[in-house]
């Protein structure tokens, strides 16, 4: 490490980033949540040289809404980078912005969670990332383990916690005992897939498309898991393919139900087999205690009595979910410093 | 919602309104029926991490249809009563009070630093002109008694005035000269009028006419001490690079210069004097015969 990053460091705050498909989380030492912006990233296009246009919040505006010489990435896929460059550009502007008073161009310690199913390839694609975008030290850390330590589970007791931690393209499965994953599986669902299911639904069932920030909008507004008596409505306009003129149509929870049904039921077939797979002792521990939901797809409505009604197990949804990962690698990186558990993340 | 047992009493006081019995609510909990008795006596030691119960709190509060407000509040109740400080998961900072050490610490490097750049600053600029280090080197020849100038610049004057030419050495007893007249009340005003002038036109043409006992050229910067053979100190000072020095004084002389390569040129009563290979940067002593 070089002697300017060093110094550079004493001038950063240790950082804690939950770089997730949908939404890019950081958490500072000390400070809290800092910064919850949207993992979009705006390019603009002058002939052959590219620069960034707008970054978060800014960029996600823009999405579906560009003019030919600008286009909004997400540069992460189902957990995963997807596009390096942008990754690497989206993540130097969020450290940048975290650190907007200090003189220095920081060199901070990083954090950053990967999901427990990503390969080497993956991983060192993110490591990488975080150093070029000016880290001085990168971690790695499983995702539901940072969603557990986030929640405030107990991990580091001999007793089975299990975490269902649902982002924007996965949705990380995983029973934890003693700071270390007994049993993991990641499933390539999440928000993300809700929305395309609700433009999939819309398009079959009103011939109409829609984008997917309104996806997104009504997933948050009347998105529903489990059948109950209160119905919600919801006003939205889009273009009708067959008369090619926007139209507008009301859409109630029930139909969102319906439109939700395939992504539910990954999600709960991947719960059911990670009890399957859970080791009797640890079961017994989940059974008594129940499971956690964490992630930003936990705020669905009624998504935990869904998985509760279907594994017979007590269900809860964390404290704040869509922070949990980054406030959970917060905490693991103080038990890094305080108690010396690299344990805790990936080498 | 701060007294113990109210959070658990509004709970088992709405089940009872519902005509629930404890096992009814814990069937739909997906709880034991001992954790719901242990939440609605709020008996902590039974229950799992505050995680958990603030999890089942909620749920079961949302299962009897309190509102909003009120299951904020039994959830409040709970975890003070289970986790007086707030942990990691409620979102607070965690190493709030830490924050003042590292800042100071931060201070302290800072100032460390900026210390240290300008000490290096220092020493590379000081390492570009070696004469400061021959000065350090020769304390001695470097200082001369203010008196010591002064008798030498009287006896100067008088041989000059003994001779009937006068030669300027420096332009210090120059100056000191023109002063003493000045300073003379006998003299009229028009007389040290001419005085000066006399003694600043001397200054250029009479070197240039006569030939000057010493002539010295420097290429350089350097730091040069002079001394004749009475030990008088003919200069001890800084030259730039292209200019000479002129010095008149009884031969021998002896040199020390702190830039050796600077010097140019020497000349000892219109003779060249054949210098020596001298190396840049280092301190150069010489002795004419």
């Known amino acids: 490490m070089s002697l300017l990053k060093r110094i550079r460091g004493m001038f950063?705050?240790?950082l804690s980033i939950d770089l997730g498909t949908a939404n890019t989380i950081i958490y500072v030492r000390g400070r809290g949540i800092v910064l919850d912006e949207p993992s979009v990233v705006a390019i603009r296009n002058h002939g052959a040289q590219k620069s960034v246009a707008a970054v978060g919040i800014n960029a996600k505006r823009m999405l579906g809404r560009t003019p030919g010489n600008i286009t909004a990435i997400r540069p992460m896929k189902d957990g995963v980078i997807a596009d390096f460059e942008v990754t690497?550009?989206?993540l130097h502007n969020f450290i940048r912005r975290v650190h907007e008073k200090s003189f220095f161009p920081p060199a901070p310690r990083v954090l950053v969670c990967v999901p427990c199913k990503s390969t080497q390839v993956e991983r060192r694609a993110i490591q990488d990332s975080a150093y070029g975008a000016g880290a001085r030290e990168v971690y790695l850390i499983e995702e539901p383990m940072a969603a557990a330590i986030g929640a405030g589970l107990p991990v580091d007791e001999a007793h089975g916690s299990m975490v269902v931690d649902i982002g924007g393209g996965t949705t990380e499965i995983a029973i934890i005992s003693l700071n270390g994953i007994v049993y993991a599986e990641s499933v390539r669902v999440g928000g993300d897939r809700f929305d395309e299911a609700i433009v999939g639904f819309v398009r079959k069932e009103y011939g109409s498309l829609i984008g997917e920030s309104t996806a997104e909008r009504i997933k948050q507004e009347i998105g529903t898991a489990y059948l109950s008596d209160e119905i919600l409505e919801i006003d939205v306009r889009g273009r009708n393919l067959a008369e090619g003129v926007p139209r507008s149509f009301t859409l109630n929870s029930e139909e969102i139900l319906e439109a939700l049904k395939d992504p539910l039921a990954t999600i709960v077939n991947a719960v059911k087999s990670a009890l399957e797979a859970s080791p009797p002792e640890l079961a017994s521990d989940i059974a008594e205690r129940g499971l956690v939901l964490t992630g930003g797809g936990a705020l669905l409505r009624d998504l935990d009595r869904l998985i509760s009604e279907e594994t017979g197990l007590p269900v809860i949804v964390a404290d704040e979910p869509l922070t949990c990962v980054a406030r959970g690698g917060g905490r693991a990186l103080e038990l890094i410093d305080t108690q010396g558990m690299e344990g805790l993340t990936l080498s | 919602m701060t007294e113990t047992g109210q959070a658990g009493q509004l709970l088992a006081q709405a089940r009872e309104a519902q005509k629930r019995s404890l096992q009814e609510v814990a069937n739909e909990l997906k709880l034991s029926v001992s954790f719901v008795k242990a939440i609605e006596a709020e008996q902590c030691s039974s229950l799992p991490d505050v995680a958990f119960?603030?999890?089942?709190?909620r749920n079961y509060a949302r299962l009897l249809g309190l509102s909003k407000e009120e299951t904020q509040q039994v959830v409040a109740h709970f975890e003070s009563i289970m986790a007086p400080a707030k942990d990691i998961a409620s979102g607070t900072p965690v190493v709030a009070p830490k924050t003042q050490g590292p800042r100071w610490w931060r201070l302290l490097w800072l100032i460390a630093i900026v210390a240290i750049i300008g000490q290096v600053l220092y020493m590379?600029?000081?390492?570009?002109?070696?004469?400061g280090s021959s000065e350090a080197a020769l304390p001695k020849a470097e200082t001369v008694p203010p008196q010591e100038k002064r008798a030498s610049a009287t006896e100067s004057r008088q041989e000059r005035e003994e001779d009937g030419h006068s030669t300027v050495v420096d332009d210090e007893e120059l100056s000191l000269?023109?002063?003493e007249d000045i300073a003379?009340?006998?003299d009229t005003d028009t007389a040290d009028i001419a005085e000066v002038d006399i003694a600043?036109?001397?200054?250029?043409?009479v070197i240039e006419e006569t030939p000057a006992a010493l002539v010295l050229a420097f290429a350089d910067e350097c730091w040069v001490s002079v001394t004749d053979n009475t030990g008088r100190t003919l200069f001890s000072g800084i030259k730039q690079g292209g200019e000479e020095l002129i010095l008149e004084g009884e031969a021998p002389y002896r040199f020390v210069f702190g830039n050796g390569a600077a010097l140019e040129s020497m000349r000892i009563d219109g003779e060249k004097v054949t210098l020596p290979e001298r190396r840049a940067g280092q301190v150069w002593r010489y002795a004419s015969r």
């Open chain 2, 177 to 179: 000269e023109i002063s």
């Open chain 1, 88 to 90: 690497e550009k989206m």
């Open chain 2, 124 to 131: 590379w600029q000081h390492s570009e002109a070696p004469a």
């Open chain 2, 53 to 57: 119960v603030r999890g089942y709190v």
């Open chain 2, 184 to 186: 003379q009340p006998d």
């Open chain 2, 200 to 205: 600043s036109e001397e200054a250029e043409p």
């Open chain 1, 12 to 14: 950063s705050t240790d």
